[in-house]
């Protein structure tokens, strides 16, 4: 089945710092792939997306690349900022159903001064 | 610009009772999606609505059911809560067809507190 696997937090780093967060599906076919971003009590914003291979997805200096070699869709970002503190999800969507994501299991970010 | 908003905010319940949220969908999205998460938990998918007609059904437990109305607001009826229903339960919405170019809208959510 599909599934979606990001690597496990919390990720702590100072301001300024170099982000990586890890995401990798398995599915069949050619999904579509975002990252969803999820403030304290807060719903999931979309914060960037891609929807074939070697598509590179950006947003507010976030960005990830559709990699298929490697089923991978890692976030990153050159550096960070303390309001980038929050919890990531990757997810997977599949071009020919009715639109239902699948989520990794988040990644929280901490980011300190 | 509109966003998907959902009613109420938060909810207190007891357990074996009823609650019922709401989702309006921005205007002109035709699908609704409902999602459960759990504390630290990545969202689950529910149930999916798309003109009127459930498109698509996820873990949804039989004690829940939900609908879309003919303005294409949605509602989740829980009935008989119990402890584990405690969770923040986010509805989202999109055009049918282009969820998977452009990802979907989600509402702030209804955090459910059953006690």
């Known amino acids: 089945g599909n599934s979606v696997t990001q690597m496990e937090g919390p990720v702590t780093l100072s301001e300024e710092a170099f982000l990586t967060i890890n995401c990798t599906y398995t599915a069949t076919g050619y999904p579509s792939l975002f990252w969803y971003v999820q403030y304290p009590g807060e719903g999931l914003q979309l914060l960037l997306k891609a929807t074939k291979a070697d598509d590179k997805g950006s947003n507010k200096g976030f960005e990830a690349t559709y990699r298929k070699e490697t089923t991978s869709f890692h976030l990153e970002k050159g550096s960070v900022q303390v309001s980038d503190s929050a919890v990531y999800f990757c997810a997977l969507g599949r071009s020919s159903n009715t639109g239902k994501l699948i989520f990794g299991q988040g990644t929280t970010l901490q980011v300190k001064p | 610009a509109a966003g998907v908003i959902q009613s109420p905010r938060h909810l207190i319940k007891e357990k074996r009772e009823t609650a019922t949220l709401k989702c309006y969908p921005i205007?002109?999205?035709?699908?609704v999606y409902w999602y459960q998460q759990g504390p630290g938990q990545d969202p689950q998918f529910l149930i999916s609505f798309y003109e009127k007609m459930q498109s698509d059904k996820g873990s949804i437990p039989d004690r829940f059911s939900a609908q879309q109305f003919s303005d294409y607001h949605s509602e989740l009826n829980m009935s008989s809560l119990e402890l584990g229903d405690s969770a923040l339960y986010f509805c989202?919405?999109?055009?049918?067809?282009?969820?998977?170019?452009?990802?979907?809208?989600f509402g702030s959510g209804t955090r459910l507190t059953v006690v």
């Open positions: 989202a919405s999109s055009v049918q067809g282009f969820t998977t170019n452009y990802g979907y809208t």
């Open positions: 205007p002109r999205h035709d699908t």
